[in-house]
């Protein structure tokens, strides 16, 4: 799986071999940043200064969009 920010504010996943998307997932700002996967959970940061946790973004982790500051 690839996962890929867009400034559209949403995280898209694509399937690596034939490039299809998989699913996508709504930030509340733009993405710009890699994102991070562990244990298949995506995280990912967006230009509203929000940290997001999906999985497969038909389940979020936990259950519901997880949303937190990020501190520099």
């Known amino acids: 799986m690839l ?3 867009s400034y ?4 898209y ?3 690596a071999a034939t490039g299809k998307q ?3 997932f709504t930030t509340g700002g ?5 994102s ?3 244990e298949r959970v995506v995280y990912v940061g967006s230009a509203d200064g929000n940290m997001d946790a999906t999985r497969n973004n038909r389940h979020s982790y936990p ?4 949303r937190s500051t990020v501190a520099a």
């Open 30 to 34: 733009g993405v710009s940043a890699t």
């Open 22 to 24: 998989r699913w996508a």
């Open 63 to 66: 259950p519901h969009p997880r």
């Open 36 to 38: 991070a996967v562990a």
């Open 3 to 5: 996962y890929v920010g």
């Open 8 to 11: 559209d504010k949403n995280v």
């Open 13 to 15: 996943a694509l399937d």
